[in-house]
């Protein structure tokens, strides 16, 4: 990589997708050199030179660190939309993320902020529902909507798992919800649980004359296996379900 990115008197434009970094340079290394590095193999560059890489194609999709503060180890970098897959948080993240964090050429590497230009916000749909839909989901408009998690996280089995689902569905939660690490372990299978808690749930319902919702976890090993516990779900009767999206993936 032999090309120079600072550009401090660069005015990012509303179709620039901006990042923030906390650099830490390697010793030996100063604090411009290893910002343009990061600059560079976040976006189009590379560790070595690249012959491929036209005059052209590097000065339209080129990054720009606008911001530089040595004494705060941050910097701020504009990169154009275009190197963006739009509706793709996976890439996003593969590229201001994503292989810059093990660079040699730094001994610490954090993303702090990111603003996204518009184009790119509008890929994504946003959630089906928001706020106001499960409002109406639950039937909920004049007070805040209560809900709770299962505790302790892991050990209860499934029929009392159940029974302290129901108890605070009873006693007026309109959400109770699984906890992340829980899945589907020998003390408290997914399929016996949900069957369990999402009967108490009914009950609770029955009784109060009050919508509730139980989200199950169904975030598994692979997509086909979570697929199958949505299945299960659904043949149960129930109308949600809860995934962890953080080890499971965006794509997922």
């Not at 509706?87 to 610490?108: R, Y």
């Not at 108890?167 to 069957?195: H, I, M, P, W």
């Not at 004359?209 to 692979?222: D, F, R």
Request: proline share 5%; hydrophobic share 40%.
């Amino acid at each position: 990589m032999r090309r120079d990115y600072i550009d401090i008197g660069y005015s990012p434009k509303d179709t620039d997708l901006i990042c923030e970094f906390h650099i830490e340079p390697s010793a030996g290394i100063n604090f411009e050199e290893a910002a343009t590095h990061m600059a560079g193999e976040s976006s189009i560059d590379s560790w070595t030179e690249i012959a491929t890489l036209s005059p052209e194609l590097a000065e339209k999709l080129k990054p720009h660190v606008f911001y530089a503060n040595e004494k705060a180890q941050t910097v701020r970098v504009a990169y154009s939309e275009d190197l963006f897959e739009l509706g793709s948080v996976p890439q996003i993240l593969s590229a201001v993320a994503g292989n810059i964090l093990s660079m040699k050429i730094v001994d610490n590497l954090r993303l702090q902020d990111i603003a996204f230009p518009k184009s790119v916000l509008s890929s994504f749909r946003g959630p089906n529902f928001g706020l106001p839909g499960i409002r109406e989901l639950v039937g909920v408009q004049d007070r805040p909507l209560i809900g709770t998690i299962v505790k302790p996280k892991v050990g209860l089995n499934s029929e009392k798992h159940a029974e302290v689902a129901y108890n605070s569905f009873a006693g007026g939660c309109d959400l109770v919800k699984d906890d992340e690490n829980l899945t589907d372990q020998k003390f408290n299978s997914f399929e016996k649980r949900a069957e369990l808690t999402l009967k108490l749930a009914g009950k609770a319902e029955a009784e109060t004359g009050e919508k509730k919702m139980y989200l199950c976890n169904v975030t598994a090993p692979t997509c086909k296996e979570m697929i199958r516990r949505m299945n299960v779900l659904k043949d149960l009767g129930a109308s949600y379900a809860m995934i962890d999206i953080v080890p499971v993936g965006w794509t997922a």
